[in-house]
Protein backbone atom coordinates (compact mmCIF):
# COMPACT_ATOMS: atom_id res chain seq x y z
CA UNK A 1 0.00 0.00 0.00
CA UNK A 2 1.37 3.24 -1.42
CA UNK A 3 1.76 6.13 1.77
CA UNK A 4 2.27 9.71 1.37
CA UNK A 5 4.21 11.61 4.73
CA UNK A 6 4.69 15.06 4.73
CA UNK A 7 6.77 17.18 6.75
CA UNK A 8 8.31 20.43 7.39
CA UNK A 9 5.67 22.67 7.54
CA UNK A 10 4.54 25.16 10.13
CA UNK A 11 4.66 29.02 11.56
CA UNK A 12 6.89 31.83 9.64
CA UNK A 13 7.28 35.45 8.81
CA UNK A 14 6.96 36.75 5.69
CA UNK A 15 10.10 36.59 3.56
CA UNK A 16 11.20 32.92 5.63
CA UNK A 17 11.45 30.00 4.32
CA UNK A 18 10.58 26.66 4.86
CA UNK A 19 11.50 22.98 3.23
CA UNK A 20 8.83 20.44 2.90
CA UNK A 21 8.94 16.79 2.77
CA UNK A 22 6.85 13.56 1.61
CA UNK A 23 8.11 10.23 2.40
CA UNK A 24 7.19 7.78 -0.09
CA UNK A 25 6.59 3.83 1.29
CA UNK A 26 4.99 0.93 -0.56
CA UNK A 27 6.78 2.01 -4.08
CA UNK A 28 9.32 3.97 -5.78
CA UNK A 29 9.25 7.21 -6.52
CA UNK A 30 10.45 5.79 -10.07
CA UNK A 31 6.75 4.63 -10.37
CA UNK A 32 5.44 7.60 -10.25
CA UNK A 33 4.90 10.24 -12.98
CA UNK A 34 4.55 13.24 -11.90
CA UNK A 35 5.14 13.64 -8.26
CA UNK A 36 3.47 16.65 -7.27
CA UNK A 37 2.91 19.50 -4.58
CA UNK A 38 -0.57 21.03 -4.41
CA UNK A 39 -2.04 23.34 -1.29
CA UNK A 40 -5.59 24.14 -0.44
CA UNK A 41 -6.00 27.57 1.17
CA UNK A 42 -8.88 28.10 3.47
CA UNK A 43 -12.20 28.83 0.93
CA UNK A 44 -10.43 28.20 -2.18
CA UNK A 45 -10.04 25.13 -4.83
CA UNK A 46 -6.61 22.85 -4.07
CA UNK A 47 -4.17 23.96 -6.60
CA UNK A 48 -1.00 22.50 -7.95
CA UNK A 49 1.69 24.12 -6.76
CA UNK A 50 4.95 22.57 -8.28
CA UNK A 51 5.35 19.32 -10.86
CA UNK A 52 8.57 17.09 -11.19
CA UNK A 53 8.13 14.62 -13.62
CA UNK A 54 10.59 11.49 -13.79
CA UNK A 55 12.27 13.52 -17.46
CA UNK A 56 11.61 16.37 -18.48
CA UNK A 57 11.39 20.02 -17.15
CA UNK A 58 9.77 20.68 -13.73
CA UNK A 59 6.90 23.17 -13.54
CA UNK A 60 5.71 25.80 -11.14
CA UNK A 61 2.55 27.40 -10.78
CA UNK A 62 3.05 31.11 -11.99
CA UNK A 63 2.96 32.20 -8.09
CA UNK A 64 5.63 30.39 -6.88
CA UNK A 65 7.85 30.92 -9.92
CA UNK A 66 11.85 31.58 -8.65
CA UNK A 67 10.63 30.83 -4.85
CA UNK A 68 9.64 27.42 -4.85
CA UNK A 69 11.71 24.32 -5.53
CA UNK A 70 10.68 20.94 -5.83
CA UNK A 71 13.23 18.14 -6.08
CA UNK A 72 13.47 14.15 -5.89
CA UNK A 73 15.66 12.25 -3.69
CA UNK A 74 15.73 8.69 -5.24
CA UNK A 75 17.70 7.21 -2.88
CA UNK A 76 15.75 8.30 0.01
CA UNK A 77 12.18 8.02 -1.72
CA UNK A 78 11.12 11.43 -0.81
CA UNK A 79 9.85 14.47 -2.65
CA UNK A 80 11.01 18.03 -0.88
CA UNK A 81 9.46 21.30 -1.81
CA UNK A 82 11.97 23.89 -1.16
CA UNK A 83 9.83 27.41 -0.23
CA UNK A 84 11.88 30.74 -0.01
CA UNK A 85 10.61 34.19 -0.09
CA UNK A 86 7.57 33.53 1.69
CA UNK A 87 4.31 35.45 1.85
CA UNK A 88 0.95 35.34 3.15
CA UNK A 89 -0.81 34.28 0.26
CA UNK A 90 1.31 31.30 0.47
CA UNK A 91 -0.20 29.95 3.57
CA UNK A 92 -2.14 27.16 3.35
CA UNK A 93 -2.19 23.10 3.55
CA UNK A 94 0.30 21.73 1.63
CA UNK A 95 -0.23 18.08 0.13
CA UNK A 96 2.09 15.82 -1.75
CA UNK A 97 0.68 13.94 -4.78
CA UNK A 98 2.11 10.59 -6.73
CA UNK A 99 0.36 10.15 -10.13
CA UNK A 100 1.31 6.23 -11.35
CA UNK A 101 3.31 5.71 -13.92
CA UNK A 102 0.18 4.48 -16.31
CA UNK A 103 -2.30 7.53 -15.29
CA UNK A 104 -4.41 5.07 -13.35
CA UNK A 105 -3.82 5.88 -9.39
CA UNK A 106 -3.47 9.17 -7.76
CA UNK A 107 -2.49 8.71 -4.07
CA UNK A 108 -2.24 12.09 -1.48
CA UNK A 109 -0.48 12.52 2.15
CA UNK A 110 -2.64 13.79 4.39
CA UNK A 111 -1.03 17.42 4.32
CA UNK A 112 0.93 19.82 6.39
CA UNK A 113 0.14 23.08 7.24
CA UNK A 114 1.92 26.75 6.32
CA UNK A 115 1.42 29.41 8.16
CA UNK A 116 2.96 32.68 6.76
CA UNK A 117 2.71 36.10 9.09
CA UNK A 118 3.04 39.27 7.72
Known amino acids: QVQLVESGGGLVQAGGSLRLSCAVSGSSIFSFDPMNWYRQAPGKQRELVAS???????KYADSVKGRFTISRDNTKNMVHLQMNTLNPEDTAVYYCNAVSADGNRNHWGQGTQVTVSS
Open 52 to 58: SPRIGSR
